[in-house]
């Protein structure tokens, strides 16, 4: 692979700098990319740890899948991230060399697990945040970036309906599943504001075209998750005391490192390994 | 939670248009829509299907074990309602 730069959006970015600085276009690029590639790759993990725990085997099998769409998303996006960047990482570093500083996901998506009306109040966000984020990303102006969006467009609002579903029967189930579903909003809420603040490399790629401002995601996702909630007699969690931030300049919570030793421990300890 | 909580489901899958809609197996869910979506993971994960039904086990009425005998066995000797007792014309085609 090239060090010495690349192509993003048809446009040839300088690549590392003497001294080991990226150039600047190169750097917001790959700052972008991994952004969504490290939202898709950790709630791919936290929903692995689902089998064998879900309700019903037919739902482990559900969550399962979503995981693996996910996962599929950030193969795709690290490598284009490690292409953009140009210093030789390709997925597999980019995934699993990489430290907890240099992880640029969202809160949200690395909060550990909690009961599954918790879980499906994580996916009813973060799935309509991705549904209206694949959605704009299809007209990017990079290619690569167009097709990968074009691809999981599909992918997540399967995810969204899932969790639609399972909102609108625990809401409008029983007292119990009503209470625990409402729990579960309320436990969320604080993570959800971070998927739409912007961030310097989403305003970057947001001004060349290739990306979307995750500001002008935040109505519809609202106004998505509002109806649901409005059908599933559920209320919209009162704004939270305090609110998590700082995921995309790799600043997280403390669930984060465990969940990377966990992931990333088989990988650093046979470097190289395949089977 | 155990299975008794959520009834079965039958899922029929139709591998291709003007192919017949084939039993693939069973699931539970706790509901038709839910039993829908639990089949698309299950059993069309490997582009199986186009499309798929959902039947509640509970509303199949089944031919019981225990009348094979007198359901099945007396089509055995009936050789006259196979149609193989006449001559088929040398110019009739497709059949």
Redo the contacts between chains.
Sequence with gaps: MSTKGSEFAGVRIAGPRPGGDLGDGASQATAYLLSLGDDALVYAQRLAEWLTHA?????D??LG?IGLDLLGQARSLLTRAGEVEGAGRDEDALAMLRDEREFRNVHLVEQERGDFAHEMARMLWFSSYQVELYSRLVGSADETLAGIAQKAVKEVEYHR??AT?WVL?LGDGTEVSHERMQAGLVAVHPYVRELGEDYPAARWAAAEGVGVLPSTLAGPVNDYVSGVLDRATLAMPDAPRWHARGGRDGIHSRPMGYLLAEMQHIARSHPGATW | ?S?DN?PLYEVFVRAKRGLNHVHAGS?????A??AL??AR??YT?RQEGVSIWVVASDDITASSPDEKDSFFDPAADKVYRHPTFYDVPEDVEYL
């Design positions: 309700p019903q085997i037919e739902e099998m559900a899948n309906d899932h579903q029967r | 939670m299975n959520w699931l539970h869910a706790p509901d829509q839910m979506r639990n993971d299950l994960r």
